[in-house]
């Protein structure tokens, strides 16, 4: 069955630190790793990441992908109190019509302390 | 460019009842995905609609069920509603076939209640 594990479950840390999200997924015909940020409803796409070891940027926020050790990790430079919300992690696999399905982890929710 | 919506957002039922959610994907697309999304867990896929028809379908009963329209749209039905059906439903619109980017996009959710 497949499975996203996250770690940790919660972080609080100081605006301004650095954070670091893990994400280790065993899914079956897996073909991409997604994270997404949760602050009240609507799951909001950040990544999508497909190669191992190619660096996705967005602003300051950061991820890679491992494919060998399925793993994949998000990083948040220089925080803010924005950035306080759930982190989702999602595995997905394609399937023979050729659509996606994604298997989410239960999140890490991060608090940045001012 | 208008996103996913979903209606209506907040919907309280009691048990025994059925539910219908509602779906409009963003501009473009045509695969709807439902998922549940208990409080403090990640969203749990119930089942994905392509061209009109359920796709794929996660480890949910029977008691749930959809339907897509021509114009992508998506319903989600829920009969003889238990309490444990009380959570956020998400719908996440993307594009499917074999070229797409398959980047799934979510609505705002609807809040159901089980009473």
């Known amino acids: 069955e497949d499975k996203v594990v996250q770690s940790p479950l919660s972080l609080v840390v100081h605006e301004g630190d650095t954070v670091t999200l893990n994400c280790s997924y065993e899914?079956?015909?897996?073909?991409?790793l997604l994270w997404y940020k949760q602050e009240k409803k609507a799951p909001t796409f950040l990544f999508m990441l497909?190669?191992?070891?190619i660096e996705k940027k967005s602003g300051r926020l950061s991820s890679i992908l491992d494919k060998k050790e399925l793993f994949s990790i998000l990083n948040i430079t220089a925080t803010q109190t924005g950035d306080s919300a759930i982190y989702l992690c999602?595995?997905?696999?394609?399937?023979?019509?050729?659509?996606?399905?994604?298997?989410f982890g239960t999140g890490t929710r991060l608090t940045i302390i001012p | 460019d208008a996103g996913v919506t979903q209606s209506p957002t907040h919907l309280i039922k009691t048990r025994g009842q059925q539910v219908t959610l509602r779906c409009s994907p963003k501009s473009g697309h045509d695969t709807v995905s439902w998922y549940q999304q208990a409080l403090g867990q990640g969203p749990q896929f119930i089942f994905q609609y392509y061209e009109e028809e359920e796709r794929q379908r996660g480890n949910f009963p029977d008691r749930f069920s959809g339907h897509q329209f021509p114009n992508y749209s998506s319903e989600l039905n829920v009969n003889a509603l238990l309490l444990g059906d009380s959570a956020l439903y998400l719908c996440?619109?993307?594009?499917?076939?074999?070229?797409?980017?398959?980047?799934?996009?979510f609505g705002p959710g609807t809040r159901l209640t089980v009473t």
């Open positions: 996440a619109s993307s594009r499917g076939g074999l070229t797409s980017s398959y980047e799934q996009y």
């Open positions: 497909t190669s191992s070891g």
């Open positions: 999602a595995g997905g696999f394609i399937s023979n019509f050729g659509n996606e399905k994604l298997t």
């Open positions: 899914v079956t015909n897996f073909r991409s």
